[in-house]
C-alpha cells in the first residue's frame, strides 16, 4: 500500500492561488495513477484531478479545468495540484489518493485504494 503525505493548504482570497504537494511512500511502483479530490461540509467527496504516473494524460472535472493543474515529479514521488483563479466554492478539504483500482480515467472516490489525511484549503470572497 502507498502511503500519502499533502501539504500546502491554507487561506487566500478569491482570485489567489495555492500548490498542493502530495508525498508518496511504500509501493510507489504499483501507483501509476494518482489523483486529487475535495470535500466540503455537508457534500460528497469529489474528484477534482488525476494523472499517470509522469504527468501524462491528466483529467479534470469540469469545474476545475482551465484553472487547475495536476503534476508529477518522479524523481520525488510527489504529485502537485497548482490552483490558480481560486474561488470560494474551492473551499475544501483536499485529498491525495492513488491506485484506482478500474485504473486510469475513473471519477469515483472508491474506487482509489489510497488516501492522504486532507489539507485544508480554503477561498475568501
Known amino acids: 500500500q502507498v502511503q500519502l503525505v499533502e501539504s500546502g493548504g491554507g487561506l487566500v482570497q478569491a482570485g489567489g492561488s495555492l500548490r498542493l504537494s502530495c508525498a508518496a511512500s511504500g509501493r510507489t511502483f504499483n501507483s501509476d495513477v494518482m489523483g486529487w479530490f475535495r470535500q466540503a461540509p455537508g457534500k460528497e467527496r469529489e474528484f477534482v484531478a488525476a494523472?499517470?504516473?509522469?504527468?501524462?494524460?491528466?483529467y479534470y472535472a469540469d469545474s476545475v479545468k482551465g484553472r487547475f493543474t495536476i503534476s508529477r515529479d518522479n524523481a520525488k514521488n510527489t504529485v502537485y495540484l497548482q490552483m490558480n483563479s481560486l474561488k470560494p466554492e474551492d473551499t475544501a478539504v483536499y485529498y491525495c489518493?492513488?491506485?484506482?483500482?478500474?485504473?486510469?480515467?475513473?471519477?469515483?472516490?472508491?474506487?482509489?485504494?489510497?488516501w492522504g489525511q486532507g489539507t485544508q484549503v480554503t477561498v475568501s470572497s
Open positions: 494523472s499517470r504516473w509522469g504527468g501524462r494524460s491528466p
Open positions: 489518493a492513488a491506485d484506482p483500482a478500474t485504473g486510469w480515467g475513473t471519477r469515483w472516490a472508491p474506487d482509489f485504494g489510497s
